[in-house]
């Protein structure tokens, strides 16, 4: 079969995948052929801006605002351009059946869609905190789509004491807009510093710091025991191991997300440290497993465990990536592939992750950092953050750049950052670490 033959495609799932796979499908003339289901009751949009531009005391994001794929450089995906398009949107219904050797989806409101490719673009799913230790209780918020992030902002109008368990995106981001309301949230860390699996302490403590001259307060080396209720049943507490009880009307839960794949559980892969859960797909993102017609099920985005290498020396390995640059990118990749099934070529992952923050009128800077390439080997951190800064990781075995982030930097610096991390440049790291600019480490590592 190729590209010039019609294929019935659906798509399961509303996220920023699904909006950047019906993209792509448009864009081949193929929009009449696709048919996408959704849980949501909106068209797809653009997943970080509910930590980030929704949470906005003043002026806040709201959809069609953020709708597909204005993150990516192209036009606004509303409900009326997929009516424009002939794309078909079953929006409020959940897929609750599917059927490998028929090759079809059944949703929740009993109807039976039938497929040729079908692409599961699902996402993932927010940890919870235990019922038994209040993760239910009215009050706590976890944040996942555009009606979680519009249940926190309407909170955060009137909150008091807000506390923010977790420090990594969804934890910095939350606390970063509690913050600009002048709410001084506290943060509660179950590791000695933010943005543990990134962050180098050094790195990590720059940005506490800032934090901190917002008004921030920070817990570290915490674990919840539980959220306290009050006498109406609504969260009024946050008590950790140590006995501590932080006062809270608002608490929100970053503590990371889980890929579960219902109805699509056989074809999860096993879990494994670089892809907790998911479902396993091969370079073009098909899936496989017993009854699945070759290149018939795919998976795409925070769902997918997909084969990338971990560094420049490693085997591929299946990895899971929560990040809207995957999400866009792999989406992309898997439509290449059910347009054409002689489409076979490798999708080229290259981590690369960031977060903006107090990006309202009223601060006085922001915080915008990007990352790219892997945190291996030494750290070396250049720049006083007043604004700028810049992070490198180098292999300690070639000498070779396998990692760089970049804070508040220009977007020629942003370009040699990403070109270092991406070529592994060779640098000095005795000589870099005597650099007194950001622009002087970047000049260094781009000779």
Not at 32 to 37: K, P, S
Not at 386 to 397: L, Q, T
Request: hydrophobic share 45%; charged share 20%; with cysteine.
């Amino acid at each position: 079969m190729s590209s010039s033959i019609a294929k019935k495609i659906v798509v399961v799932g509303g996220g920023v995948s699904a909006g950047y796979f019906a993209r792509a499908i448009v864009a081949a003339g193929r929009g009449a052929d696709l048919t996408i289901i959704s849980a949501e009751p909106v068209a797809p949009y653009e997943r970080p801006a509910l930590t980030k531009a929704v949470l906005h005391a003043e002026s806040p994001a709201r959809l069609p605002g953020f709708h597909t794929c204005v993150g990516g450089g192209g036009e606004r995906q509303t409900e009326a351009w997929y009516q424009d398009k002939g794309v078909t949107l079953r929006l409020g219904k959940r897929v609750v059946g599917w059927d490998a050797s028929s090759k079809t989806v059944t949703a929740d409101d009993g109807a039976v869609t039938p497929y040729d490719a079908l692409v599961v673009a699902i996402g993932c799913t927010a940890l919870r905190l235990p019922d038994a230790i209040g993760g239910s209780l009215p009050g706590v918020h976890y944040v996942r789509d555009n009606a979680d992030a519009l249940e926190l902002s309407e909170a955060m109008a009137t909150a008091k004491a807000p506390v923010v368990i977790g420090g990594g995106y969804i934890g910095l981001e939350a606390a970063a807009a509690l913050a600009a309301r002048s709410l001084n949230p506290r943060v509660v860390l179950m590791e000695p510093h933010t943005m543990a699996r990134l962050w180098t302490p050094e790195v990590a403590a720059k940005y506490e710091a800032f934090y901190e001259a917002k008004g921030v307060v920070f817990h570290r080396n915490a674990k919840v025991k539980r959220v306290v209720a009050g006498a109406d049943g609504r969260a009024n507490g946050v008590e950790l191991e140590d006995g501590a009880v932080l006062p809270a009307d608002v608490v929100v839960v970053g503590v990371g997300a889980g890929a579960p794949a219902a109805p699509f559980d056989a074809l999860r892969t096993t879990p494994n440290p670089k892809a907790p859960g998911g479902i396993a797909v091969d370079h073009v993102f098909a899936a496989s497993g017993a009854g699945v017609a070759p290149r018939s099920v795919f998976a795409v985005g925070d769902v997918a465990a997909f084969p990338a290498r971990d560094g420049a020396a490693a085997a591929p390995v299946l990895t899971r990536v929560e990040h809207v640059a995957h999400a866009r990118a792999s989406a992309t990749h898997c439509a290449s592939a059910v347009l054409d099934d002689a489409f076979d070529s490798a999708y080229e992952y290259f981590p690369f992750f960031y977060s903006r923050v107090f990006e309202q009128k009223d601060q006085p800077r922001s915080l915008n950092w990007a990352f790219w390439g892997f945190n291996h080997g030494a750290c070396v951190t250049v720049g006083d953050f007043a604004p700028s800064m810049a992070a490198f990781w180098v292999d300690e075995k070639d000498g070779k750049v396998a990692g760089v982030m970049v804070e508040s930097c220009s977007d020629a610096e942003r370009d040699a950052a990403k070109r270092a991390a991406v070529t592994r440049a060779a640098v000095d790291v005795a000589v870099l670490r005597k650099c007194a600019s950001v622009a002087e480490a970047l000049a260094l590592v781009s000779a």
